[in-house]
Antibody, heavy 122, light 108 residues
Protein backbone atom coordinates (compact mmCIF):
# COMPACT_ATOMS: atom_id res chain seq x y z
CA UNK A 1 0.00 0.00 0.00
CA UNK A 2 1.45 3.30 -1.12
CA UNK A 3 1.16 6.29 1.20
CA UNK A 4 2.66 9.75 1.09
CA UNK A 5 2.70 12.49 3.67
CA UNK A 6 3.85 16.08 3.38
CA UNK A 7 5.46 17.87 6.29
CA UNK A 8 7.02 21.25 6.89
CA UNK A 9 6.26 24.68 8.27
CA UNK A 10 2.73 25.99 8.16
CA UNK A 11 3.82 29.63 8.30
CA UNK A 12 6.67 31.18 6.36
CA UNK A 13 7.76 34.81 6.30
CA UNK A 14 8.13 36.63 3.00
CA UNK A 15 11.59 36.20 1.41
CA UNK A 16 12.25 33.07 3.48
CA UNK A 17 12.99 29.66 2.01
CA UNK A 18 10.40 26.90 2.32
CA UNK A 19 11.48 23.30 2.67
CA UNK A 20 8.83 20.59 2.48
CA UNK A 21 9.38 16.89 3.00
CA UNK A 22 7.38 14.13 1.38
CA UNK A 23 7.75 10.90 3.34
CA UNK A 24 6.44 7.88 1.51
CA UNK A 25 6.05 4.15 1.90
CA UNK A 26 4.98 1.25 -0.25
CA UNK A 27 7.36 1.86 -3.12
CA UNK A 28 11.01 2.50 -3.81
CA UNK A 29 12.18 5.57 -5.63
CA UNK A 30 14.94 3.48 -7.13
CA UNK A 31 12.43 1.41 -9.10
CA UNK A 32 12.30 2.14 -12.83
CA UNK A 33 9.30 4.21 -13.77
CA UNK A 34 8.66 5.63 -10.33
CA UNK A 35 8.74 9.24 -9.30
CA UNK A 36 7.39 11.81 -6.88
CA UNK A 37 5.73 15.00 -7.96
CA UNK A 38 4.89 18.23 -6.20
CA UNK A 39 1.68 20.11 -6.90
CA UNK A 40 0.19 23.12 -5.14
CA UNK A 41 -3.24 24.67 -4.89
CA UNK A 42 -3.87 28.19 -3.60
CA UNK A 43 -7.12 28.49 -1.64
CA UNK A 44 -10.07 28.29 -4.01
CA UNK A 45 -7.86 27.98 -7.08
CA UNK A 46 -6.83 25.20 -9.46
CA UNK A 47 -3.98 22.76 -9.18
CA UNK A 48 -0.54 23.89 -10.29
CA UNK A 49 2.19 21.40 -11.18
CA UNK A 50 5.54 22.33 -9.65
CA UNK A 51 8.12 19.59 -10.08
CA UNK A 52 8.77 15.90 -10.61
CA UNK A 53 11.77 13.81 -9.63
CA UNK A 54 12.26 10.44 -11.31
CA UNK A 55 13.78 7.19 -10.09
CA UNK A 56 16.98 7.96 -12.05
CA UNK A 57 17.29 11.42 -10.41
CA UNK A 58 16.11 13.19 -13.55
CA UNK A 59 14.11 16.27 -12.61
CA UNK A 60 11.53 18.48 -14.24
CA UNK A 61 10.38 21.87 -13.02
CA UNK A 62 7.67 24.37 -13.79
CA UNK A 63 9.42 26.98 -15.97
CA UNK A 64 7.74 29.86 -14.15
CA UNK A 65 9.17 28.69 -10.82
CA UNK A 66 12.31 26.86 -11.90
CA UNK A 67 14.68 29.49 -10.59
CA UNK A 68 13.19 29.11 -7.10
CA UNK A 69 12.63 25.36 -6.90
CA UNK A 70 14.88 22.45 -6.03
CA UNK A 71 13.73 18.87 -5.61
CA UNK A 72 15.92 16.14 -4.16
CA UNK A 73 15.43 12.58 -3.04
CA UNK A 74 16.79 10.42 -0.25
CA UNK A 75 16.08 6.93 -1.45
CA UNK A 76 17.30 5.26 1.73
CA UNK A 77 14.99 7.40 3.86
CA UNK A 78 12.04 7.23 1.43
CA UNK A 79 11.83 10.99 1.32
CA UNK A 80 11.66 13.71 -1.30
CA UNK A 81 12.39 17.31 -0.44
CA UNK A 82 11.07 20.40 -2.16
CA UNK A 83 12.81 23.71 -1.56
CA UNK A 84 11.30 26.98 -2.70
CA UNK A 85 13.26 30.19 -2.19
CA UNK A 86 12.11 33.77 -1.80
CA UNK A 87 8.61 32.97 -0.63
CA UNK A 88 5.85 35.49 -1.27
CA UNK A 89 2.26 35.74 -0.04
CA UNK A 90 1.09 34.56 -3.48
CA UNK A 91 2.80 31.24 -2.70
CA UNK A 92 0.23 30.58 0.02
CA UNK A 93 -1.25 27.23 -0.94
CA UNK A 94 -1.80 23.63 -0.04
CA UNK A 95 1.25 21.71 -1.23
CA UNK A 96 0.78 18.10 -2.28
CA UNK A 97 3.24 15.38 -3.10
CA UNK A 98 2.10 12.53 -5.30
CA UNK A 99 3.37 9.16 -6.47
CA UNK A 100 4.21 9.10 -10.16
CA UNK A 101 4.08 6.00 -12.25
CA UNK A 102 5.13 6.19 -15.85
CA UNK A 103 6.16 4.19 -18.87
CA UNK A 104 5.57 4.28 -22.61
CA UNK A 105 1.96 3.25 -22.15
CA UNK A 106 0.78 5.68 -19.49
CA UNK A 107 1.91 8.30 -17.01
CA UNK A 108 -0.01 9.63 -14.02
CA UNK A 109 -0.07 10.61 -10.38
CA UNK A 110 -1.97 7.71 -8.91
CA UNK A 111 -1.72 8.43 -5.21
CA UNK A 112 -1.50 11.73 -3.39
CA UNK A 113 -0.64 12.88 0.08
CA UNK A 114 -3.26 14.79 2.05
CA UNK A 115 -1.42 18.04 1.46
CA UNK A 116 -0.03 20.66 3.78
CA UNK A 117 -1.21 24.26 3.92
CA UNK A 118 1.63 26.76 3.81
CA UNK A 119 0.81 30.38 4.59
CA UNK A 120 3.22 33.13 3.66
CA UNK A 121 2.75 36.16 5.84
CA UNK A 122 4.75 38.61 7.87
CA UNK B 1 4.11 24.89 -22.61
CA UNK B 2 0.87 23.05 -23.32
CA UNK B 3 -2.13 24.99 -22.08
CA UNK B 4 -5.19 22.96 -21.15
CA UNK B 5 -8.60 24.60 -21.30
CA UNK B 6 -11.56 22.97 -19.60
CA UNK B 7 -15.18 23.70 -20.32
CA UNK B 8 -17.61 24.46 -19.02
CA UNK B 9 -16.26 26.07 -15.90
CA UNK B 10 -19.28 24.93 -13.96
CA UNK B 11 -21.88 22.31 -14.78
CA UNK B 12 -25.14 22.40 -12.81
CA UNK B 13 -26.90 19.06 -13.01
CA UNK B 14 -29.22 16.80 -11.06
CA UNK B 15 -28.41 13.32 -9.82
CA UNK B 16 -29.15 10.80 -12.51
CA UNK B 17 -28.28 13.15 -15.33
CA UNK B 18 -25.29 12.68 -17.59
CA UNK B 19 -22.27 14.99 -17.74
CA UNK B 20 -19.79 15.75 -20.48
CA UNK B 21 -16.60 17.60 -19.54
CA UNK B 22 -14.20 18.93 -22.13
CA UNK B 23 -10.43 19.32 -21.98
CA UNK B 24 -8.80 21.04 -24.92
CA UNK B 25 -5.03 21.30 -25.41
CA UNK B 26 -3.10 24.08 -27.13
CA UNK B 27 -1.18 21.44 -29.09
CA UNK B 28 -1.44 17.73 -29.79
CA UNK B 29 -0.99 15.41 -26.84
CA UNK B 30 -0.19 11.73 -26.97
CA UNK B 31 -3.47 10.31 -25.69
CA UNK B 32 -1.52 7.85 -23.54
CA UNK B 33 -0.53 10.81 -21.37
CA UNK B 34 -3.87 12.50 -20.76
CA UNK B 35 -5.19 12.05 -17.23
CA UNK B 36 -8.32 13.05 -15.28
CA UNK B 37 -8.64 13.65 -11.53
CA UNK B 38 -11.58 14.24 -9.23
CA UNK B 39 -11.26 16.54 -6.25
CA UNK B 40 -13.78 17.03 -3.48
CA UNK B 41 -13.66 19.93 -1.00
CA UNK B 42 -10.93 19.54 1.57
CA UNK B 43 -9.51 16.44 -0.11
CA UNK B 44 -6.55 15.65 -2.30
CA UNK B 45 -7.24 14.90 -5.95
CA UNK B 46 -8.00 11.32 -6.85
CA UNK B 47 -6.92 9.67 -10.08
CA UNK B 48 -9.95 8.88 -12.24
CA UNK B 49 -8.72 8.11 -15.75
CA UNK B 50 -5.34 7.63 -17.37
CA UNK B 51 -4.31 6.87 -20.93
CA UNK B 52 -7.38 8.98 -21.85
CA UNK B 53 -9.84 6.13 -21.37
CA UNK B 54 -8.51 3.72 -18.76
CA UNK B 55 -10.27 3.82 -15.42
CA UNK B 56 -8.11 3.88 -12.32
CA UNK B 57 -8.56 1.24 -9.64
CA UNK B 58 -11.96 1.39 -8.02
CA UNK B 59 -13.48 3.90 -10.43
CA UNK B 60 -17.02 2.88 -11.46
CA UNK B 61 -17.86 2.30 -15.08
CA UNK B 62 -20.22 5.26 -15.25
CA UNK B 63 -17.00 7.23 -15.82
CA UNK B 64 -15.53 7.07 -19.29
CA UNK B 65 -12.94 9.01 -21.23
CA UNK B 66 -12.35 9.63 -24.89
CA UNK B 67 -10.47 11.86 -27.27
CA UNK B 68 -7.28 12.34 -29.16
CA UNK B 69 -5.02 15.06 -30.44
CA UNK B 70 -6.19 18.24 -28.76
CA UNK B 71 -9.73 17.32 -27.71
CA UNK B 72 -10.56 15.08 -24.79
CA UNK B 73 -13.79 14.36 -22.95
CA UNK B 74 -14.70 12.90 -19.58
CA UNK B 75 -18.23 11.52 -19.51
CA UNK B 76 -20.24 10.58 -16.45
CA UNK B 77 -23.21 8.56 -17.60
CA UNK B 78 -25.49 9.04 -14.58
CA UNK B 79 -24.45 11.32 -11.80
CA UNK B 80 -24.44 9.89 -8.32
CA UNK B 81 -24.44 12.20 -5.27
CA UNK B 82 -20.75 11.44 -4.66
CA UNK B 83 -19.79 12.61 -8.18
CA UNK B 84 -20.40 16.28 -7.46
CA UNK B 85 -16.86 17.61 -7.34
CA UNK B 86 -14.22 19.42 -9.38
CA UNK B 87 -12.60 17.57 -12.25
CA UNK B 88 -9.14 18.36 -13.61
CA UNK B 89 -7.35 17.13 -16.68
CA UNK B 90 -3.56 16.93 -16.81
CA UNK B 91 -1.10 16.13 -19.56
CA UNK B 92 2.16 14.26 -19.17
CA UNK B 93 3.11 14.54 -22.81
CA UNK B 94 5.54 17.42 -22.54
CA UNK B 95 7.02 19.07 -19.46
CA UNK B 96 5.73 21.18 -17.76
CA UNK B 97 3.01 18.67 -16.96
CA UNK B 98 0.21 21.16 -16.85
CA UNK B 99 -3.25 20.91 -15.34
CA UNK B 100 -6.43 22.40 -16.71
CA UNK B 101 -8.35 24.95 -14.63
CA UNK B 102 -11.01 22.43 -13.69
CA UNK B 103 -14.73 21.92 -14.20
CA UNK B 104 -16.97 22.05 -11.18
CA UNK B 105 -19.93 19.71 -11.31
CA UNK B 106 -22.50 21.04 -8.87
CA UNK B 107 -25.95 19.96 -7.82
CA UNK B 108 -28.69 21.88 -9.61
Amino acid sequence: QITLKESGPTLVRPTQTLTLTCTFSGFSLSTTGMGVGWIRQPPGKPLEWLALIYWNDDKRYSPSLQSRLTVTKDTSENQVLLTMTNMDPVDTATYYCAHYSGDYFAKYFDLWGRGTLVTVSS
Amino acid sequence: EIVLTQSPGTLSLSPGEGASLSCRASQNINSRYLVWYQQKPGQAPRLLMYDTSSRATGIPDRFSGSGSGTDFTLTISRLEPEDFAVYYCQQFGISPYTFGPGTKVEIK
